[in-house]
Structures are given as structure tokens and as C-alpha cells.
């Protein structure tokens, strides 16, 4: 695996078992009650990261597969994702979820079917990275809802970022 990808997949993975510990004591139906009427629950927060992801590496499983035609990406996608991280990072900005992620999520309301499925992608996603070629390291394989086109480095940073986002609203259901 590419030394990059090495080091962000084990950020994320060491920020997925620190979520997913903050929430080992709640029971079902604290897991799946909304802060409020018409908020998520944790329930809710993680399958949607979960779905995410899941969306994210099946892009990339596919766009792998022509990454000799792909294009390196450049300065203008790292400042898009730099510009990803602030607006991630900004208490106050909140974002709809993607209508596609929201018609493809499928909820897991219980810790055991959150940690394995969480468990899966992630798994599925490690051996995705030991295959891709270090040359192919810089192409444009992913695909941000808003960001456009990035790089694989660029998915595992938003991914990181992601969670870091959704912390807040886990926070305060706690």
C-alpha cells in the first residue's frame, strides 16, 4: 500500500474505534433516538457515514479499473480539498446530505450491525488500496458530491474529515 494511504487508513481507522467505543454503552433505543423531531439519531449518523463510504468505494473500485486513462490531479484539487476540510471543520455550516446518499443508505440500528457493516467497507477498502499502483496515486479515481474529482489520498482525507464533522451532533446525543 502506498505510504500515504497507509498512514490516513490508519487515522480512520483509529477515529472509527474511538466513535464507535463513545457509543458502546448506549442501549438500542437510546442508539436511535433524534436529538429532536426531524434530527438524526447516532443510529442514523453513523449509517450515513457508513453509506458514504460504502458509495465512495464503489466509485473507486470502478474508476480503478481505467486509472491508466485517468489524469493526475493538481493544485486546484488541493485547494478543493482544503477548502472540504475548512468547511467540514466550521461549527455552524451544515450541509443537506446528498440525495443519492440519502436514497442508497440503509440503516443499522443496532452497534453490532453498525460495527460490521462499518467493519466491511473498511475492509473492502484496505484491500482496494494494497492494489492500487503507487503511480496511480495522484489520479483522479474519486469523485466528492461537491468537490468533484480527487484523488484516492484526497477520499481517505475526506473520509477523516467526514467524521470529524458528524462529531459534534454524536457529541450531543451523548
Known sequence: MHPVFQK??????SQREKT??????????????????????????????ITAERMSLLY??????????ASDTGLW???????????Q????????????????????YNLTSITKEWENVRSEFKSLLEKIPNQ???RRLYRHPRAGYLNVKHALIFFREHIIHHTPQINKLL
Open 60 to 69: 473507486i473500485q470502478k474508476k480503478v479499473q481505467g486509472a491508466k486513462e
Open 136 to 138: 496511480y496515486a495522484n
Open 8 to 13: 490516513l487508513f490508519n487515522e480512520i481507522e
Open 89 to 108: 471543520r466550521l461549527p455552524g455550516l451544515k450541509f443537506k446530505a446528498p440525495q443519492r446518499v440519502v436514497d442508497n443508505t440503509t440503516g443499522y
Open 77 to 87: 484539487e488541493e485547494i478543493k480539498i482544503n477548502l472540504l476540510k475548512i468547511s
Open 20 to 49: 464507535l467505543d463513545s457509543v458502546r454503552h448506549l442501549t438500542e433505543g437510546q442508539l436511535n433516538k433524534p436529538f429532536a423531531p426531524g434530527k438524526w439519531s447516532i443510529s442514523q449518523i453513523l449509517s450515513h457515514v
